[in-house]
């Protein structure tokens, strides 16, 4: 029946018992509803005023008075979500500066170094000994040679003429 409409509006039913028959059935229900959604889909294509209409016009006239919202209205923040925010990173804070003091050891003192110091005897200190043949082997890589200005093997010796 839709199909029978079309061609009804556009003037293709070339048959009188054809159009008679479109003209009766559009007493059935939803005939008249496709026949007026036709005839809105051609004003449509045409470019035809839908204004003309009062309820288009009045739509229109409703849409023009609305004002115009550039920007949302601004959302005011809660006090509470700041506090929040501040107790995190305190916490985080506590807690990473707990964990450094945990992991750090204590330095010594000054005078427990001192006394540890004077504990010692000389007699059990041991001189360091290194063989000369690692000192030749590896001359040419010591840091002290060229800033010394001395051989890697010399050693400054001190000459007390009285003692002797």
Avoid at 45 to 51: I, N
Avoid at 97 to 105: E, R
Avoid at 107 to 133: C, F, H, K, Y
């Amino acid at each position: 029946m839709n199909e029978e409409i079309s061609r009804l509006m556009d003037g293709e039913l070339d048959d009188a018992a054809a159009v008679d028959r479109v003209l009766a059935g559009m007493k059935q229900d939803g005939a008249k509803a496709t026949w007026m959604c036709y005839h809105l889909i051609g004003d449509a294509l045409r470019g035809e005023d839908a204004g003309s209409r009062p309820l288009s016009r009045r739509i229109v006239a409703a849409l023009a008075a609305e004002p115009t919202v550039l920007a949302p209205a601004r959302r005011v923040e809660r006090p509470a979500t700041w506090a929040w925010a501040a107790a995190a990173t305190i916490a985080a804070v506590g807690v990473v500066g707990w964990t450094a003091v945990s992991l750090t050891d204590a330095p010594e003192s000054a005078l427990s170094l001192a006394r540890e110091a004077a504990s010692m005897r000389s007699d059990t200190l041991r001189p360091q000994v290194i063989p000369a043949d690692y000192l030749i082997a590896h001359r040419e890589i010591s840091p002290s040679t060229p800033i010394q200005g001395l051989g890697p093997l010399q050693r400054a010796a001190v000459f007390d003429a009285k003692a002797r």
